[in-house]
C-alpha cells in the first residue's frame, strides 16, 4: 500500500474495489459527492447538503435536508423518499435504517429493489443486526438501560419470535479497571455463526443466543494464561470482535492483542504481542479495522500510523507512519475503511488519506 492521495474538507467516505467515494464540505450549506479511481477526480453531484450517503450495487442513497435520494452512478436521480432514510446496514438487498416520517422515528427494513419499507417496529435503535431474515435489536429502556434483546423474522407478518433480558445473566464479575459495578450492558452485536447470535457486553464479556430460541448458550470472558498488569485475565476488549465464517471463527484484534474464538467450545487462542509491536512503536487503537483474507490493516492513533497485520504469521505485513505538519502536529486518525486495493484513513481534522496496492486482488474484505 502506498499514500496516493490526500483530500481535506471530508464528512463521509466509501470504498468499493478500487474506487473511493466521499462527500466534501465546501460551506455550510454546500456539500459535494466525489468520485476518485486511477487518481481521477470525478464531481458526482454539487450544491446539495450531505448528511450521510451509502453507494450500493452502482446507486448512491443520499440523506440530505428532510429528504432521501437515490442517484445512479452517474449522479442523475431516480427517486426522491419523502423521509429520512439512515441507512446504517445492508443485507441481502434490504436496508436497515433508523426511518423518520413526521418527527416520528422508526426502525424499519427497507427493500432498495422494491422501494418501499417491508417491516416496521414503533421503536428506533442503534445497535442491532440483520442476518437474513432474522432481526435482532436492543431495545433502549426509560433510562437509555441497554438490557433487553428482540429477536423479529421479517418475513413473518407476526414478526415477534423472542426476547432475552440482560437481567438473567449471573452476577456482574467485577474485574473491569473502570466501572466495576455497572449493570450488564450490550456493547455490539457480532453476528450469527453456529446457530448462534454473538453479543459483545461490557465487564469484558460476550455471551451467545440460540438464533431460533433465545436460549443463552454461551457466556466467555476469562483467559487463564493472559497476565497483564492494565487489563484483567479476559477478553481484553469484547467490541471489537468479529466473525469469519470463512474459518468458522471469531476473533478480535485491539491494541497488542489478537485472540480467535472457537464457537462450538468456547476456547480462545490468545497471543500477546506487546513485545513483537513495540519493536514498531505500533497497535492496533480502534475497534473498527479492515479484514482482507489473511490481513488486518488498522489505525494507530497514538503515534499516527497505519498497519497491516497478518493474522497466520502473527507479524506486520506493511505499516506506514504519518510526518509531522508545518505546525509540528500529527494527525489524529479516527476511521478506516478499504479493501485489498484500497485503503481510505480520516483523521478528526476531515482530511482523508487514500492509500492504494498496485497489485491484482485475490480476496474480499470485511469491516469490524
Not at 448462534?196 to 440460540?210: E, G, M, R, Y
Not at 462450538?264 to 497497535?283: A, H, Q, S
Amino acid at each position: 500500500m502506498q499514500l496516493k492521495s490526500t483530500f481535506k474538507k471530508v464528512m463521509k467516505f466509501e470504498v468499493s474495489f478500487n474506487e473511493i467515494f466521499f462527500s466534501m464540505k465546501k460551506s455550510r450549506q454546500d456539500f459535494s459527492l466525489l468520485h476518485v479511481s486511477n487518481t481521477n477526480l470525478n464531481v458526482i453531484i454539487e450544491g446539495l447538503k450531505i448528511f450521510n450517503f451509502n453507494y450500493v450495487d452502482k446507486m448512491f442513497w443520499l440523506v440530505t435536508s428532510g429528504k432521501s435520494i437515490t442517484l445512479n452512478e452517474f449522479g442523475k436521480e431516480l427517486a426522491e423518499h419523502n423521509c429520512i432514510l439512515f441507512l446504517e446496514s445492508i443485507n441481502n438487498f434490504h436496508f436497515l435504517s433508523n426511518y423518520i416520517v413526521d418527527d416520528e422515528r422508526y426502525l424499519s427494513v427497507y427493500d432498495y429493489k422494491l422501494s418501499k419499507v417491508i417491516f416496521q417496529m414503533d421503536f428506533s435503535s442503534t445497535i442491532f443486526l440483520l442476518e437474513k431474515e432474522n432481526l435482532f435489536v436492543l431495545k433502549f429502556g426509560e433510562n437509555l438501560e441497554k438490557k433487553e434483546i428482540y429477536s423479529y423474522s421479517i418475513s413473518d407478518s407476526q414478526g415477534f419470535k423472542w426476547h432475552f433480558s440482560l437481567l438473567s445473566l449471573p452476577p456482574i464479575p467485577k474485574t473491569d479497571v473502570y466501572n466495576k459495578d455497572a449493570d450488564w450492558e450490550v456493547k455490539k452485536f457480532i453476528g450469527v455463526l453456529d446457530n448462534k447470535l454473538w453479543i459483545a457486553l461490557n465487564h469484558h464479556s460476550i455471551i451467545a443466543l440460540d438464533i431460533a430460541t433465545g436460549q443463552l448458550k454461551q457466556k466467555i470472558s476469562s483467559i487463564p494464561d493472559f497476565n497483564s498488569e492494565w487489563l484483567p485475565a479476559a477478553i481484553p476488549l469484547p467490541e471489537s470482535i468479529i466473525i469469519t465464517a470463512e474459518s468458522n471463527k471469531l476473533f478480535g484484534f485491539m491494541w497488542e492483542f489478537y485472540w480467535e474464538i472457537n464457537p462450538k467450545n468456547g476456547l480462545i487462542e490468545f497471543t500477546d504481542l506487546t513485545n513483537y509491536l513495540k519493536e514498531y512503536n505500533i497497535r492496533n487503537d480502534n475497534t473498527n479495522y479492515v479484514l482482507v483474507g489473511d490481513i488486518i490493516y488498522f489505525i494507530s492513533q497514538h503515534v499516527s500510523a497505519v498497519g497491516g497485520f497478518n493474522r497466520k504469521t502473527k507479524k506486520l505485513n506493511w505499516h506506514f507512519k504519518f510526518q509531522a505538519n508545518k505546525d509540528g502536529q500529527f494527525p489524529k486518525l479516527k476511521e478506516i475503511k478499504g479493501n485489498e486495493q484500497m485503503l481510505g484513513v480520516l483523521d478528526l481534522d476531515e482530511n482523508l488519506y487514500v492509500f492504494e496496492n498496485n497489485k491484482p486482488a485475490i480476496t474480499h474484505s470485511l469491516r469490524a
